[in-house]
């Protein structure tokens, strides 16, 4: 006879209620394990397929997909065509929802899926139109590049063509549970071009460095602000290729080159103020897509084989981007089988998701690496404009209008009205309308001012192009030839081939400016003097060096030529610190070892020696502090070595003292929106300051009736900080640790600050102890106004060794895949904080020793 049973005991002899309460948990059970399975499968659901066979329309022949242990692809083909398809289709298994909020960001359609909060962000990339200007690229690009564009759109598409948006990722679940009701469009060309209008605005330079400068006069003269913005030491910090670049072609004329400025600049009245202030609030709430502030920035160097344990050359290159998961990279491999003149491909790198080729890497034949150079494209213009009219030389003309239409999810349609100037579109629409000027320039009619923008990026260019050419290229000369094609953003460029040689070529569009602008502060827009003159400096007067004496190039951002250098590039370097650690530490191994091993450029990577602390300790040190409870922090000081390591209670120390000094110094003289943050320009400008202990920054304005001096804020720096380590950390200074205030936080771009647990939940990971800071080489940044996580930091590293390309090695910020929960979504991150690198399998044989699956992508039949 059958008994019914739980725990043991006979069920029928319960009490009424107890069963019916049995039942209910019974049932709640069934009902959350059903949840969660239904949850795990909507989770696993777009992972993407690994092995086996996937027939793929528009195949020519049989492709190869191997991934190793980290899910890392490697593309094998026997044409580019089919290279290019199937790194789409790659690319839309592993991150297509990456890529889609990606050409909505840059077509101006967030708006489409996020509604009415990313509308601001919608109009401000509608007017600068930066899809229009890639559909007009599209045009430009060589046939090639345009086949291979078209190639990867289709391979895209493919995907998109057998999946279901919850097949494709779980954020299109999550959002379609919202009630968006959202389909995935096809992919095309100028989806992926629109991207590196993306890239080029987060590295666009000093844009806001020129508002900053006009909100600081408010209250200082011209003499107290340029103490915030220091020239750049050319003796302690040397530039990339010396104190005079070798340059070939047309010299800029004598009235535009360095020195022989002398801009008349317009008086800022406290409209202009407002208008550009409220201009830097829009700005600033832009989504990063690659990241903003003072930490983006890049190291990379090469060291000849002359030097090196390998006889050949070694390259390093650790790109300093926003902190996101997923990360902006996606490692790839490239390889035609047979590598001919048709299919000249065999390259492997860092990719960007909705963009053909490898951006960072090498081939069989050349190695390369990317730092951002920073040049001065972008110019503010102050505009005098009277309803449908702007004033130039004397003469009243037409603005120039066009309208498009936003769709907002949830919301109603907008209307944008975009106005622009012949010096480009007027931003300051979008911010607050045009600002209303309480007092004009002499000699200029009363009416409203506007702030246009005048940029390098909103000119059609082919730097498409320069991508699959770099891929390609097998010497020096082919390398050249295709840089001269990246027009924006300008970089830095470091080379390393198998013959030997090394070297570095800044490519990239870069005005020249009329006698009257020098790009530091908005222009007046009224004045022909201060325009642009049409023309840019010409590639073979960009620097460039090839095998230099040292023996090694470096590249941190840094100054790239010396001041007898013809051209103007810019005068907002970073301040070079990275840079002369990097050099600093090459040189100590030569003097040591004789030879550099791939092993210390990987510890260099790692270097987190704060530049600032040598300067400031010893002044701190001198603060004569309480004995005990306050001093105990000075004991730390008195005991560190200036390095910054995660469990560092000296570094932890410093970092608060730090981050309190520019607020007791600045906060009170400076707007909130231009708070230090604390990097490489503050260092500088602190320095200074530490040598003039009565300046009028010391004092605190908010005390009227004290006079601050140097050591009042050092001293109050101190206690604050030791109050703060207490309040955050531990009673104890042993137990203070600068990770536990360093923390890096990877969150979706997209879905990770949406205010919903779960979601949260769903795509952020959080909670890495770090070392490392602003302005080491160990570049993790932090902002000084905001607190002390990590807002940007190197978004990959790799050493390349052209002796034995299978000897090279990589780390990705996160992982390969952009789909929560894969394995492969975050597997690379610990290895990342422990400064760890993966093997980098190049030739055919090292990719099928470490492979762990394989997938064949095969042609479809044709449709009957």
Not at 265 to 290: E, S, W
Not at 637 to 662: C, E, I, M, T
Not at 688 to 717: G, N, Y
């Amino acid at each position: 006879m059958a008994v019914d049973m739980v725990g043991g005991l006979g069920f029928r002899g319960w009490p009424r209620a107890a069963r019916v309460a049995t039942y209910v948990a019974a049932g709640l059970v069934v009902l959350l394990i059903g949840m969660l399975l239904t949850a795990v499968h909507l989770v696993r659901q777009p992972f993407p397929q690994t092995t086996g066979e996937i027939e793929v329309p528009g195949l020519t022949g049989r492709v190869e997909v191997v991934r190793d242990d980290a899910g890392i692809p490697q593309v094998y083909a026997d044409s580019v065509d089919d290279l290019m398809r199937a790194q789409g289709y790659v690319h839309a298994q592993e991150r297509f929802f990456e890529m889609d909020v990606r050409r909505h960001a840059t077509a101006g359609r967030l708006a489409e899926m996020f509604g009415s909060a990313a509308l601001e962000s919608d109009e401000y990339v509608r007017t600068m139109g930066w899809r229009r200007v890639a559909e007009q690229e599209l045009a430009l690009v060589s046939p090639e590049t345009r086949a291979a564009l078209t190639a990867y759109a289709d391979g895209v598409n493919a995907y998109l063509d057998t999946h279901t948006p919850s097949e494709i990722a779980v954020e299109y679940t999550v959002l379609n549970a919202g009630g968006l009701g959202y389909e995935p469009e096809p992919w095309t060309p100028v989806d992926s071009l629109a991207w590196l209008k993306a890239m080029a605005w987060d590295l666009r330079g000093n844009m806001t460095d020129e508002i900053d400068r006009v909100l600081a006069l408010a209250g200082h003269s011209a003499r107290e602000v340029a103490q915030l913005y220091p020239p750049y030491d050319y003796d302690a910090h040397r530039p990339i290729v010396g104190q005079g670049a070798v340059v070939d072609g047309v010299f800029e004329q004598d009235a535009t080159a360095p020195g022989t400025r002398n801009p008349r600049r317009p008086a800022y009245t406290a409209d202009m103020r407002g208008a550009l202030a409220r201009l830097r609030a829009g700005l600033q709430d832009l989504p990063p897509l690659l990241g903003h502030g003072d930490g983006l920035g890049s190291n990379s160097w090469v060291v000849s084989g002359d030097h090196t344990d390998t006889g050949g050359p070694l390259l390093a290159n650790d790109p300093h981007l926003g902190v996101s998961v997923p990360g902006v990279w996606m490692q790839m491999g490239l390889h035609c089988r047979e590598v001919t003149e048709d299919c000249p491909l065999d390259v492997a790198g860092f990719t960007f998701s909705g963009v053909p080729g490898v951006i960072i890497g090498h081939n069989r034949d050349i190695a390369w690496g990317f730092t951002n150079l920073g040049p001065d494209v972008s110019d503010l213009y102050l505009e005098k404009v009277e309803g449908s009219r702007w004033r130039y030389d004397g003469r009243w003309r037409p603005l120039r209008t066009r309208t498009e239409t936003i769709k907002v999810h949830g919301g109603d349609d907008v209307t944008l009205t975009i106005r622009s100037t012949a010096h480009g579109p007027l931003l300051s629409d979008v911010a607050d309308d045009v600002a209303e000027a309480g007092e004009d320039p002499p000699g200029v009619p009363p009416g409203e001012y506007a702030v246009a923008l005048q940029w390098t990026a909103l000119q059609p260019s082919t730097t498409a192009d320069a991508v699959l050419g770099i891929d390609a290229a097998t010497d020096w000369d082919e390398f050249r030839a295709a840089a001269a094609s990246f027009a924006v953003p300008a970089q830095n460029l470091v080379y390393a081939d198998r013959e030997g040689h090394i070297g570095y070529q800044a490519p990239g569009l870069v005005p020249i400016r009329k006698s009257g602008n020098d790009g530091l502060l908005p222009a007046a827009g009224w004045k022909p003097e201060n325009d642009w003159t049409g023309d840019y400096v010409p590639f073979d007067g960009l620097p460039s060096v090839l095998d230099p004496d040292d023996g090694f190039v470096v590249t941190a951002n840094q100054a790239v030529t010396g001041p007898d250098y013809p051209y103007f590039l810019t005068d907002d370097w970073d301040r070079g610190y990275r840079a002369q650690r990097i050099r600093d530490l090459i040189q100590r191994q030569l003097d040591g070892d004789g030879t550099v091993s791939a092993g210390d450029m990987l510890a260099m990577q790692l270097d987190d020696l704060n530049p600032m602390a040598a300067e400031l300790v010893p002044y701190l040190l001198d603060v004569d502090l309480p004995h005990g409870y306050y001093s105990a922090g000075q004991w730390q000081l008195r005991h560190w070595d200036f390095h910054q390591g995660a469990d560092s209670a000296g570094a932890a120390y410093f970092n608060a003292v730090w981050r309190n000094l520019l607020a007791l110094t600045f906060h009170d003289d400076l707007p909130a929106d231009i708070w230090p943050a604390g990097g490489d320009r503050w260092y500088a400008v602190v320095t200074e300051l530490l040598h003039d202990p009565e300046s009028a920054w010391w004092d605190d304005k908010l005390t009227p009736d004290l006079d601050e001096t140097r050591d009042d804020i050092l001293r109050q720096a101190l206690l604050d900080a030791r109050d703060e380590l207490t309040r955050r950390q531990a009673l104890d200074s042993d137990h203070w640790t600068w990770g536990h205030l360093h923390r890096l936080d990877l969150h979706h771009p997209s879905l990770g600050e949406s205010g919903i647990g779960p979601v949260e939940w769903l795509v952020n990971r959080d909670g890495w102890e770090v070392g490392g800071g602003s302005s080491t080489v160990d570049a993790t940044a932090w902002d000084a106004a905001d607190g002390y996580d990590v807002v940007s930091a190197p978004s990959m590293r790799m050493v390349v060794s052209p002796a034995d390309w299978d000897a090279s090695r990589w780390i990705n910020l996160t992982g390969v895949s952009g789909h929560p929960f894969d394995q492969h979504y975050t597997d690379q991150t610990d290895l990342y904080v422990d400064g760890r690198t993966l093997p980098w399998p190049f030739t055919q044989d090292a990719v099928s020793d470490a492979a762990a699956d394989v997938l064949t992508l095969e042609p479809a039949p044709a449709a009957d």
